[in-house]
Structure formats: C-alpha cells, structure tokens
C-alpha cells in the first residue's frame, strides 16, 4: 500500500490475555520503529528493526512486550498478560533506512487503540 | 540524553489569526528536529524538518519553523490559521545513535475558534 498499514485498528480485550498487533510498512523501507501513546502523552520508543533485526530494544518496558519482523516487512508487536497499564495508542513507523542513511522522515501508520479491560 | 519540551500543553487560535507553537529541544550536537500533527484518531504526519542549511525551513499546510541554535528552540507558525488545522502538534528531535531515533514532546493541542 501506499502508507504505513496497522491492524487491527481497535482491540479490547480482558486483563491477562495476549494481544499481538500488526505493522506493515510502506514498500522498502529497512527501518521500522514502534511506540506507545499513553493518553494525553507524547510518544514513547519501544523498539527499532533494521531489516529483521532489532539492535535497539531498549523502550519495551517489561518482558511482556515481544516484537518481531520477517521478510524485512511486516512486523508483529506481542504484549502477553496484558494489564490495565498496557492501554494506548500503539503506532508504528518506518522509514527509509537507519544505520547511515540519517535524517530520513518516519512515516506513520494510524495506530491500533489497545484497551484493557 | 536527547529531550523535548513543548511547554504548551492547549492553545486556541481564532481562525485567520498567526499561530506560533513553542518547541525546545536538549541535545549536545546539531539536532535533526522534526514537527507532526496528528489529527484525532489518525496516526502521525510530517510537517517539516530541519537538518542543516537555512535556518528557516518551509512544510506543508503553509506551515513555517525557525531553527534558532542559541536559544535551542524549533518554533511551528502559521501565518493564518484554518479550522482544518485544529490537531495536536508534536515536537521531535533525532539523533543518530547507530540509527535516527526520535524523541518527542508531549505535544500541543491547538483548538481553533470560529
């Protein structure tokens, strides 16, 4: 597609279940980014890929939080045992590339509104 | 460490009046810094970006920002503001550390009044 495609675009579902959302980049773009949006908060890096790989993982905020990517495309962002605290705006991103190609824009997908009940 | 301070948290614009979102930004070497807006329940739109060269840099939307390296500021304005362009605005500065990471302020809100 033309831009960066999330899904599902809403999830509810109850405390302690594992939810796993899904980012498709836009046609080769190496670099994808994920983030948290609290509400009424700005963005919160979670985790980078270059390609399949992922050299910083530093944002994901506890051992519940998993990602992943194949093909150098889609991308896969796993929360086990979800908790109440777990509720946001989930964006991706990607971009053209990472490692030196610097100053490249991310493009944004709309997000998937993650609510635990 | 990189970070952003959008000291504004809401701004309401009358429609036709000039519009100036605040941004400073922290970083010890010369930034990449980006502006976003992001309409409710959509995702993240690029404005403009500055990078290096004229301070002054031009967007879409008839969108303007001013790098100012002395006062470490990243100002969005609008010489006339739309109806259309009422959305949260987000400051962001990157920084490469192995790969261009983003960090963002907390984002501004700008209601506009007919």
Redesign the interface.
């Known amino acids: 597609g033309a831009g ?1 495609s ?1 899904s599902p675009s809403n999830k509810v579902t109850e405390k302690g279940k594992d939810v796993e959302l899904r980012c498709d980049p836009i046609s080769g773009h190496t ?1 994808l ?1 994920w ?1 948290r949006q609290r509400l009424g ?3 919160e ?1 979670l985790i ?1 890929f ?1 390609g399949n790989s992922a ?2 993982k530093s944002g994901l905020p506890s051992d519940r939080f998993s990602a992943e990517r194949t093909g150098e495309s889609v991308s896969t962002l796993t929360i086990q045992r979800t908790q109440q605290e777990d509720s946001a705006v989930y ?1 991706c ?1 990607s ?1 053209l590339g ?2 030196g ?11 998937t509104r993650l609510s635990i009940l | 460490a990189q970070s952003v301070t959008q000291p504004d948290i809401h701004i309401t614009v009358s429609e036709g009046a000039s519009l100036e979102l605040r941004c400073n930004y922290s970083y010890g070497a010369t930034p990449y810094l980006f502006w976003y807006v992001q309409s409710p329940g959509q995702g993240l739109q690029l404005l403009l970006k500055y990078f290096s060269g004229d301070t002054l840099v031009q967007g879409i939307k008839g969108f303007e920002a001013e790098f100012k390296r002395s006062q470490s500021s990243f100002n969005l304005r609008k010489p006339s503001v739309h109806w259309s362009d009422a959305a949260e605005y987000f400051c962001a500065v990157g920084a490469y550390t192995g790969f261009q990471k983003l960090v963002f302020g907390t984002g501004t809100r700008l209601l506009v009044s007919p």
């Open positions: 960066v999330q670099a980014y983030y908060q700005g963005l890096f980078y270059q050299p910083d964006l991103a971009s990472g490692g190609r610097v100053g490249q824009p991310q493009h944004f997908g709309d997000g």
